[in-house]
């Protein structure tokens, strides 16, 4: 079960201690992720992302990762999905994680460096898994722009790619989770999953910040 980190207290806030050389939107997030339990308790846990803690929290929910599992982590970097996947599957399972940005090891996975669209990458993910895979997860964002509108084309457009990748990787009975934005799955996206899936849910995790707009597709049983 998932740890929930406790709640930051009241009067309790964190401050920088000097704002000289900053700018107002880089004090805003330093002091937002002092302030963040999420973010200490990834610290205490020895976890690379808060981020992780939305993995937890999903396969409490949903009971995505199973010991012995084959497990595709795109768009890895700096690991923590790949940490609670690796976990979860254990010694019996395989993880592989990649990034087109270079990552550290993670003990148990296989990281490999490259763009997954293309063909070579793709290939060698399912040699280092040693077969095709059963759950496919995608945490990628791009930089914001600030723009409504852009940010969740983009972030869509990533989420498409991805669910491309794991219509061609995952085995029948395997599962898909993606970062999207709130507004749902966009249709064309949405009628492919439901096409290609038994199931298809929209999940907030608790760790998503309230005021993000962020949330995730989890789509179950692929029919291969």
């Known amino acids: 079960m998932a740890k929930k980190p406790p709640a930051a207290g009241r009067g309790m806030a964190t401050r920088l201690r000097t704002a000289e050389g900053r700018?107002?939107?880089?004090?805003?997030?330093?002091?937002?992720?002092?302030?963040?339990?999420?973010?200490?308790?990834?610290?205490?846990r020895g976890l690379r992302s808060r981020a992780a803690f939305k993995l937890l929290?999903?396969?409490?929910?949903?009971?995505?990762?199973?010991?012995?599992?084959?497990?595709?982590?795109?768009?890895?970097?700096?690991?923590?999905w790949t940490q609670v996947a690796v976990k979860a599957v254990g010694?019996?399972?395989?993880?592989?994680?990649?990034?087109?940005?270079?990552?550290?090891?993670?003990?148990?996975?296989?990281?490999?460096?490259?763009?997954?669209?293309?063909?070579?990458?793709?290939?060698?993910?399912?040699a280092a898994m040693g077969g095709k895979a059963d759950l496919v997860l995608s945490d990628m964002a791009p930089n914001t722009t600030g723009h409504t509108s852009t940010d969740h084309l983009r972030i869509m457009a990533l989420a498409e790619i991805a669910l491309d990748f794991a219509r061609r990787v995952l085995a029948p009975g395997g599962a898909f989770a993606a970062k999207v934005l709130q507004g749902g799955t966009e249709a064309e996206m949405l009628a492919v999953l439901k096409r290609d899936f038994t199931t298809v849910r929209h999940v907030k995790p608790p760790a998503s910040r309230k005021d993000s707009a962020e949330m995730y597709v989890v789509a179950t049983g692929f029919r291969g």
């Open 23 to 44: 700018s107002t939107a880089s004090q805003r997030w330093l002091t937002r992720q002092l302030n963040d339990p999420y973010v200490k308790a990834a610290r205490e």
């Open 57 to 80: 929290e999903m396969d409490e929910r949903l009971k995505l990762l199973k010991p012995g599992m084959r497990v595709v982590d795109l768009g890895a970097a700096p690991g923590g």
């Open 91 to 126: 010694a019996r399972g395989q993880v592989v994680a990649i990034d087109i940005l270079p990552m550290d090891p993670v003990p148990g996975a296989t990281v490999l460096q490259g763009d997954f669209q293309e063909q070579e990458a793709e290939e060698r993910t399912i």
